[in-house]
Nanobody
């Protein structure tokens, strides 16, 4: 079983940066795909970004491309989401989720374990 714990959320202003962390315990982290999603109340959870350990590259949603970057530190068993140039549309609860499949899926149903979420609020 995999446990995921997010941290790093907070309240910032437009143009600011934040870095979210997702610490994992359990499972074979080196072969675990961990991806970031976000959710706004009343809306479906949406894919944000993920770092493919297989391909060594980041995949991100069009809405955050060029501003958000996912990365991972296998030694620390932690996945990061660097968020730059934040704007109010980025306000949401951010979740990390894991799956054993090596490919990043943008469907939340494809993930087995989820963290509790961390709130990010961006004011104008």
């Amino acid at each position: 079983q995999v446990q995921l714990v997010e941290s790093g959320g907070g309240s910032v202003q437009t143009g600011d940066s934040l870095r979210l962390s997702c610490a994992a315990t359990g499972g074979d982290f080196g072969h675990l795909t961990v991806t970031w999603f976000r959710q706004v109340p009343g809306r479906e959870r949406e894919f944000v970004a993920g770092y493919s350990w297989l391909l060594g590259s980041t995949f991100s949603a069009d809405s955050v491309k060029g501003r958000f970057t996912a990365s991972r530190d296998n030694a620390k068993k932690t996945v990061y989401l660097q968020m730059d140039n934040l704007n109010p549309t980025d306000t949401a609860v951010y979740y990390c989720a894991s799956r054993t499949n090596s490919f990043i899926s943008q469907r939340d149903l494809d993930y087995d374990y989820w963290g509790q979420g961390t709130q990010v609020t961006v004011s104008s």
